[in-house]
């Protein structure tokens, strides 16, 4: 098998790989599983300098690093860059937290001595997605190197370019060789990697069908595994809202990336009080995004990754069109080459439509119109994902309170869009996922919470 890597923006094969023979895959995990070995005995110290090693290398090439994206995937130029930023930034923060994060904790019993220590778990698969093909590789092999796990990356097969580049990166920073290797399989041949007696657990961020389907595989050989599936995040406009800002941030919250993220703003559900001012504005600052050529200045809305995407987020709106809901900007495919779509938003969408129960992985935001702060809270938690969501209100205590005890997902955000920081931890609920990557609760999946009871007889 053979997997081409063809440019979103133009619709030309860039590159063309072919799938690693599975005797060289058995050699790829032997060489992994060895590495790991050493590197769990290895001192955090020298850990940390070689993740800041990384973080170097990501900030000395990020435009190299952003070109390959760019190419693979559509992501537009600034974009890019900010991403291999955020890649380096995290990497700093495993750096100078993982031992801490990490260390022997003590607990108090009848014992003479007893504490709970963190110990590497062996080597992790991942099974990552296109849309940020280096942070979401960077947000887990971060936190597992320095762990003292070894790590195998399942990258998806338009960006297999980006999946051998950062095992370069790696390289290029010192890291033990084969500690992190890329494998360019397809399904049947990670299935098998998933059952190998040398992975011990896996990670998976991807669609909710992906999820299911590794989450199953890993519970047949009993491994431990975390999900960060698909979303469709609210974002609640309140009737004391600064409406203006509000707009602003939506916009980047909803569009970034070309609208194909699992946590941006999908569902803007606002009351009635400010609905008219809120959507004339929005639908106003929508027409103004630049469409185009993602290395042209000015453009904010690349292509879509692939044609079929395209193609499926299409059908998607003229499903939710056909169920009665009001098209007021974008919505048409544009003649020539590339997997272009407009920015595009939906009005009057209802329970039953397509764009009220399905993820739109795209540059399309849906407005609902609800008549105060306990609708919106309803129609917030209406749906099978719990990534994310935020909720927009002067009254900081009265956001809080609705954060906190009112959005049901993994993360809720008062007065900004919702995103991930190496510093919180990221992950869902319901149909979003388990387990949680980043801070000290990501470091803490792939380790073995090993608790020590000493007994001292006299």
């Not at 974009?79 to 022997?104: H, I, M, P, T």
């Not at 595009?344 to 399905?358: K, N, P, Q």
């Amino acid at each position: 098998m053979t997997f081409d890597i063809i440019n979103p923006a133009t619709g030309e094969t860039v590159e063309r790989y072919a799938e690693m023979p599975p005797e060289e895959v058995g050699g790829i995990l032997t060489k992994c599983h060895s590495a790991q070995q050493v590197w769990a005995d290895t001192p955090f110290a020298e850990r940390a300098r070689l993740m800041k090693s990384v973080a170097t290398v990501l900030r000395k090439n990020k435009e190299a690093y952003a070109r390959v994206m760019m190419r693979e995937m559509g992501k537009i130029w600034p974009q890019g860059l900010a991403e291999v930023e955020k890649c380096a930034w995290g990497c700093d923060y495993y750096a100078e937290n993982g031992e801490r994060f990490l260390a022997s904790e003590e607990v108090e019993t009848e014992a003479h001595h007893s504490f709970v220590t963190y110990k590497p778990l062996g080597v992790v698969l991942a099974v990552m997605p296109w849309n940020f093909p280096l942070w979401q590789v960077f947000r887990f092999a971060a936190p597992s190197l320095m762990a003292g796990n070894g790590a195998l990356l399942k990258h998806a097969p338009n960006v297999f370019g980006c999946a051998l580049m950062i095992e370069d990166i790696f390289r290029e920073a010192g890291l033990p060789e084969n500690l992190f290797r890329s494998l360019l399989i397809d399904v049947p041949q990670t299935t098998k990697v998933i059952h190998d007696p040398r992975i011990a657990a896996v990670t998976i961020t991807s669609s909710v069908a992906a999820g299911r389907a590794v989450a199953s595989e890993a519970g047949k050989v009993l491994k431990k595994c975390v999900l960060e599936l698909g979303g469709s995040d609210p974002f609640i406009v309140l009737e004391d809202a600064n409406i203006d800002k509000a707009v602003e941030v939506g916009i980047v919250g909803r569009y970034q990336n070309s609208g194909q993220s699992c946590i941006a703003a999908k569902r803007f559900i606002v009351v009635d009080a400010v609905y008219d001012a809120f959507e004339r504005k929005f639908v106003e600052a929508v027409k103004n995004l630049k469409m185009g050529d993602p290395a042209e200045e000015g453009v904010y809305i690349g292509p879509q990754a692939r044609m079929d995407l395209r193609d499926g987020l299409h059908d998607q709106v003229q499903r939710t069109l056909q169920g009665g809901a009001k098209l007021l900007t974008g919505g048409e495919i544009p003649d020539g080459p590339g997997a272009y779509y407009p920015a595009t938003v939906l009005a009057g969408v209802e329970e039953g439509m397509a764009a009220w129960s399905e993820e739109l992985f795209g540059p399309v935001a849906t407005l609902i119109r609800v008549k105060d702060e306990a609708e919106a809270i309803k129609v917030a938690n209406c749906t099978d994902f719990g990534l994310a969501g935020a909720v927009w209100t002067e009254d900081l205590a009265r956001g809080e309170r609705i954060a906190e005890d009112g959005i049901q997902s993994g993360a809720a955000f008062v007065n900004d869009m919702s995103r991930s920081d190496p510093r919180m931890p990221f992950g869902g609920i319901r149909n979003s996922g388990y387990g949680r990557e980043l801070s000290i609760h990501g470091i803490r999946e792939f380790v073995n919470v090993h608790a020590v009871w000493v007994n001292k007889l006299d």
